[in-house]
């Protein structure tokens, strides 16, 4: 496939390594290069199989806007522009082109999701449910995407509210904490990042599967078909 990543920070550039470890060609584009999308031109994007997006929430959606113009499908790990989902989700009906969004594209953690999926039902019985989420110091957003999603997880399938905390330190890639605890037991359940390389995987194999697809997708949705 022919590859456009959009984005050259530490997830960005491991993104590139790895589709081209996995025999993909590929096209890098940053921030300078690419401001509100005017990189994106029409004869770039004729020679692009899939895009993926891990720039910031204000670079996502003209990005999106342009890839959606020229009919290429666009997988988008930033976090941070859901606010504008259903807008997107009428843009790519209307082009008839694929987007394939999410909060977190390490396989491991997306397996964690239906663990908490699962789970969460026992918030209805006296307990109380926190969310520890731990990031590097220099992740912008806070609270990080993915403890957003286990929250909105654990609160639909339970209708408990659950609070988030968020730690910044150091260089750590990912932790997130989910615990549920009662007056007569405590329930743990972490995933811990090693490397930013699961998220890098998880990104290209997402964007081998959209390939020639039309439609909006949440990566939780299609994990099982990797």
Not at 85 to 91: D, I, Q, S, T, Y
Not at 191 to 213: Q, Y
Request: aromatic content about 6%; some cysteine; overall charge neutral.
């Amino acid at each position: 496939m022919k590859l456009l990543v959009l984005g050259q920070g530490k997830t960005g550039a491991l993104v590139a390594e790895v589709a081209k470890e996995r025999g993909h060609e590929v096209r890098s584009l940053g921030s300078k290069e690419n401001q509100d999308g005017r990189a994106l031109t029409r004869e770039l994007l004729e020679q692009t199989d899939a895009v993926i997006d891990f720039t910031t929430p204000l670079a996502v959606v003209p990005n999106i806007i342009h890839c959606a113009e020229a009919h290429v499908p666009v997988v988008v790990g930033t976090t941070g522009w859901y606010q504008h989902l259903e807008k997107v989700r009428e843009l790519i009906q209307e082009r008839k082109t694929g987007l394939l969004y999410g909060s977190n594209f390490s396989i491991g953690m997306n397996f964690f999701f239906k663990a908490i999926r699962a789970i969460a039902p026992v918030l209805k019985q006296d307990y109380r449910g926190n969310i520890v989420e731990r990031h590097h110091v220099h992740k912008k957003d806070a609270p990080s995407g993915t403890a957003v999603t286990l929250q909105k997880i654990l609160e639909s399938s339970s209708g408990v509210k659950v609070e988030i905390a968020s730690v910044r330190e150091g260089e750590t890639v990912g932790m997130h904490l989910v615990m549920l605890d009662s007056a007569n037991d405590t329930i743990l359940l972490t995933h811990d990042a090693k490397s930013r390389l699961g998220f890098a995987a998880g990104a290209v194999r997402a964007a081998e599967w959209i390939k020639g697809r039309t439609g909006l997708w949440e990566f939780p949705e299609i994990v099982d078909q990797l």
